[in-house]
Each structure stands twice: as structure tokens, then as C-alpha cells.
């Protein structure tokens, strides 16, 4: 990491003729449990991962913002007067649409400087560990510093997903920005997303002999269009017949009633995230009372539920899945939006390696292209990484 934050650096001084004022940082995620439970104001455990993505920013004495990324060959320019969700697009929506957001949040536009941003990043993009969210992360940190908001994590987890929702036009919940921003490392975040309460659980993976593997399977999603919000409009359905504000408001001993009241696909959706919720607050529990050890079967219950009730996984997730469960892992289950992305497995640290043998294997058996297997660790959320 040392050496790629001194690299972004460097090419922000060679595009840009000029030093940064800093660089910041801030992670990808990994959901260990609670699956489309954000939008419907329930729990989610998500943690930040050791792959980030950094930001070198420099204020400018005019009105005019430039942002470069690695991953794209052009510099996007723009006034800060014209900053407004219709005129951004493409990868340059994520950052602009955080300045855009910020001013939703307390920045005045007509009076902060301009800036210069340059971005790299080491979370692969469309494996469903919230490449976004990490970018809207990085450069939330790193303009609240450089304006001097002052606004808390929380308020630029906010910031984050308004500029996702309004200015990308995803309509996500408030998950992978929360991680990212108050991710602790060794730990995960169990987060209210009704009260936005969160609160710092202890994973000891190291100490139990346990390591989180991540299986991308290379097929790719997006959260703009699509299933995501098929599904996200199912649950409101779902919760306006029942006559609740939210499917946070619904239990487990709700569902018989549920089941009478609604069609069988928007009960199956409905289950899905009620049962959820209660896995994650059984997850958060048994974390705190037995450790990761015994956690193996809600995972397993999590990837049931949305296989076979929410229907957002496929097969290459299935497989990785299935593969994990029965070469050593305690349990695993597809993470994310769904649709394509990755699957985690807990497994004993010295089963891994023959765990990625078998998942390899098993992916050639059925003519699927190669996974690329990785382990995480947990990570601190977005900081200044050099500089003011
Ligand atoms: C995506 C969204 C999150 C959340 C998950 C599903 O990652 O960005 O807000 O809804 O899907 O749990």
C-alpha cells in the first residue's frame, strides 16, 4: 500500500503539474450477512476489506474540478456551478457525484474551491465488493478535509449513497458506503439501517484458525438497472399490502399471517428478508457469544434464502457455493447485490488452498471460465493515507 499511495502521487504531480494536498483512502467490502436488508431498513454485517482505493486531491484557486482515474484514459472537467446529476456520466459520475451530494449536505458550492482528483484503486470492479462505495468513500473523506466540513462517517455514508442513487442512478441501500467508511479492522459492522446505529463486532477470525475466502466468478452485474430494483420494488409491495412502512417492521411469526395476504412470489421475496434480518441478528449474537466457528450455518441459510426465495443468485454462484460447503468450508454463501459477483467461504485456514483446487476444478468440470480466488482480511474504514 505505501508504494501505490506514493504512485498516486506521482501521477497526480505528472497530470496535473502540481503536488497533491493528500491522499486518501477507503475500502471495498465483503457482506458477511444481512442480503437486500438496507433498503428495508433492517440489519446488515458487512466489513471493509484490505483492498482499497485511493485518492490524491489538490484544491484549485478557481471553480473548475478534474478528475482522472486509472481505469479510464480521459481527465473529465467541469465547473463547480454546473455540478448537477444530469450532467454527469460514466465512471466520473462517482466522484463528481459526491461533490454534487455534498452540497446537498451542508458544502456550499458557490464558495468552496475547485480540485484536482487523480484515483486509483485495488477492488476489482463488478465482483460485488462495492468498488463504488469505495471510490464515493475516498473522495468523501478527502473533500470533507479539503473544505473543512467536518461531517461525520456517517453523514458521508449518506453523502455516498445520495450520490449513487441520484446522481449514478442506482437506487442501493446505505450498506457498502457504511462499511466503507466505518469498517474496523479484524471486526464487522453491525448496522441498524433504520436508526443508522452501528456498532463495531470483533470477527476474531485470525484466532479461531479462520480465513474469509472470495470467490469471483467473473460474471457480471449492475445494480442501475434490472433485478436490483425489481426486487427492491417487490419488497415495498410487499410491506404496502402488509401495511407496514418498511419490512423492517415484520417478524418471523408475522409469516403465516404474510403468506395469506400476498401472491407466492412476493411472499417468497418477503420471507427472504425478514428471515434475514433475523439471521443477522442471530449472526451478530453468536459472534459474540461462540465466535466465527459457529456462524457457518446462517451463512448457509442466508444463500438458501436467496436462492431459493429472493432468486438473485446463478449457477457459477451456486457451484462456488456448493463446492466450498463440501471441500472444508464451516459455511458460505453468495455476497452482494446478487445477479453475478461473489461468493465467501469460511474455512479453516489450512484447508484453503485445497479449497481453491476443488472450486477451480469444479468450474472447469461445468465449462464455466476460471473464478478468481482471493483471501480478505478486515479492514479499517476510509482515512488519510499522506499529506495535508
Ligand atoms: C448492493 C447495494 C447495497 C445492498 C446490497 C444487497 O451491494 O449497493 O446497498 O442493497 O446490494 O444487500
Known amino acids: ?119 486509483d484503486s485495488t477492488v476489482p470492479v463488478g465482483a460485488g465488493l462495492s468498488s463504488s462505495a469505495a471510490i464515493e468513500s475516498a473522495v468523501a473523506v478527502a473533500l470533507n478535509e479539503v473544505w473543512r466540513l467536518d461531517l461525520a462517517p456517517r453523514t458521508l455514508a449518506t453523502v455516498g449513497q445520495r450520490a449513487e442513487n441520484v446522481a449514478v442512478g442506482a437506487p442501493t441501500g446505505i450498506m457498502d458506503q457504511s462499511a466503507s467508511l466505518l469498517g474496523r479492522r479484524d471486526s464487522g459492522v453491525f448496522l441498524d439501517c433504520r436508526s443508522l446505529e452501528a456498532e463495531i463486532i470483533p470477527l476474531g477470525l485470525e484466532a479461531a484458525g479462520l480465513e474469509i475466502l472470495v470467490i469471483d466468478t467473473g460474471v457480471s452485474h449492475t445494480h442501475a438497472t434490472g433485478g436490483y430494483a425489481e426486487r427492491r420494488a417487490s419488497c415495498e409491495a410487499g410491506a404496502s399490502a402488509l401495511g407496514v412502512e418498511s419490512l423492517r417492521d415484520v417478524t418471523v411469526d408475522d409469516l403465516d399471517r404474510a403468506r395469506n395476504v400476498l401472491d407466492d412470489e412476493t411472499f417468497r421475496r418477503v420471507r427472504h428478508v425478514v428471515t434475514e434480518n433475523q439471521r443477522v441478528l442471530d449472526t451478530a449474537r453468536t459472534l459474540r457469544e461462540h465466535g466465527p466457528t459457529a456462524i457457518g450455518e446462517l451463512l448457509d441459510a442466508s444463500h438458501r434464502s436467496m436462492r431459493d426465495d429472493f432468486e438473485i443468485s446463478v449457477p457459477e454462484l451456486d457451484l462456488a457455493v456448493e463446492t466450498a460447503q463440501t471441500n472444508g468450508a464451516i459455511g458460505a454463501r453468495m455476497t452482494g447485490g446478487g445477479f453475478g459477483g461473489a461468493a465467501i467461504a469460511l474455512v479453516p485456514s489450512e484447508l484453503s488452498s485445497r479449497l481453491r483446487v476443488a472450486i477451480d476444478g469444479a468450474f472447469s468440470e461445468h465449462g464455466y471460465s476460471l473464478p478468481d480466488t482471493f483471501t480478505v482480511t478486515a479492514a479499517d474504514g476510509a482515512f488519510r493515507e499522506l499529506g495535508l
Open 1 to 119: 500500500m505505501s508504494d501505490m499511495r506514493h504512485d498516486v502521487q506521482n501521477t497526480f504531480e505528472e497530470l496535473f503539474g502540481r503536488r497533491a494536498d493528500g491522499v486518501w483512502s477507503a475500502p471495498g467490502r465483503v457482506n458477511l450477512i444481512g442480503e437486500h436488508t438496507d433498503y428495508n431498513q433492517g440489519f446488515v454485517l458487512p466489513f471493509a476489506i484490505n483492498r482499497r482505493t485511493l485518492v490524491a486531491l489538490g484544491a484549485r484557486t478557481d471553480r473548475v474540478a478534474r478528475v482522472a482515474s486509472e481505469f479510464a484514459d480521459e481527465v473529465v472537467e467541469i465547473d463547480l456551478a454546473d455540478l448537477a446529476p444530469d450532467n454527469l456520466h460514466g465512471w466520473a459520475a462517482y466522484p463528481l457525484g459526491v461533490a454534487w451530494a455534498l452540497g446537498q449536505f451542508g458544502a456550499d458550492l458557490a464558495a468552496v474551491p475547485g480540485f484536482d482528483i487523480y484515483i
